[in-house]
T-cell receptor
Framework: GAGVSQSPSNKVTEKGKDVELRCDPI?????LYWYRQRLGQGLEFLIY????????KSGLPSDRFSAERTGESVSTLTIQRTQQEDSAVYLC????????????FGPGTRLTVT | QKEVEQNSGPLSVPEGAIASLNCTYS??????FFWYRQYSGKSPELIMF????GDKEDGRFTAQLNKASQYVSLLIRDSQPSDSATYLC??????????FGKGTRLSVIA
């Protein structure tokens, strides 16, 4: 079946602009995660949605970052007033709440802030 | 603070050899353990996971888990140049996100 999809695949924006990144999880997956990966670095957890529960926002680096999820489907990560240090690949993953909780990743959105 | 430690590498092995990738974790409540492979410029892909102490084999890959020592490893037999990638270890507990290590970069030399 279809995997996790993300759009856009690449985004170049000017410092100070707002950006929205989109994630479509695997159908039926109740959990959705956002990560950030700077060049040559590890995965940095940002936010986690599980069903109708309140999201775990503990990884969001500042109040410029926010995310929403509509039910158990699409999620949008919004970065306001982008800064150059926001340049990274933003990865979305989803998992089923049953079984092993293994996460499946989308291809990512490469964000470049100029 | 849940910590996951991996040797960053690079770990260089000759083609056909066994590559051994190691990971230690701090959260004793971790119940399952995932190994992901990430090629340069790509997103992580799941290789395998293990729940129970001991070994779990899947093709050329074997995951080994020792919960008492808080240690999990991944062995790759008959290593191929196409195995060259960064390997991420991720313990999991409860209904929480995976905690990823920074990964070990493996280079298989032809």
């Amino acid at each position: 079946g279809a995997g996790v999809s993300q759009s856009p695949s690449n985004k170049v924006t000017e410092k100070g602009k707002d950006v929205e990144l989109r994630c479509d999880p695997i159908s039926g997956h109740t959990a959705l995660y956002w990560y950030r990966q700077r060049l040559g670095q590890g995965l940095e957890f940002l936010i986690y949605f599980q069903g109708n529960s309140a999201p775990d926002k503990s990884g969001l680096p500042s109040d410029r970052f926010s995310a929403e999820r509509t039910g158990e489907s699409v999620s949008t990560l919004t970065i306001q007033r982008t800064q150059q240090e926001d340049s990274a690949v933003y990865l979305c993953a989803s998992s089923s709440a049953r079984g092993a909780y293994e996460q499946y990743f989308g291809p990512g959105t490469r964000l470049t802030v100029t | 603070q849940k910590e996951v430690e991996q040797n960053s590498g690079p770990l260089s092995v000759p083609e056909g050899a066994i590559a051994s990738l190691n990971c230690t974790y701090s959260d004793r409540g971790s119940q399952s353990f995932f190994w992901y492979r990430q090629y340069s410029g790509k997103s992580p892909e799941l290789i395998m996971f293990i729940y129970s102490n001991g070994d779990k084999e899947d093709g050329r890959f074997t995951a080994q888990l020792n919960k008492a020592s808080q240690y999990v490893s991944l062995l790759i037999r008959d290593s191929q140049p196409s195995d060259s990638a960064t390997y991420l270890c991720a313990p999991h507990s409860g209904n929480t996100p995976l905690v990823f290590g920074k990964g070990t970069r493996l280079s298989v030399i032809a």
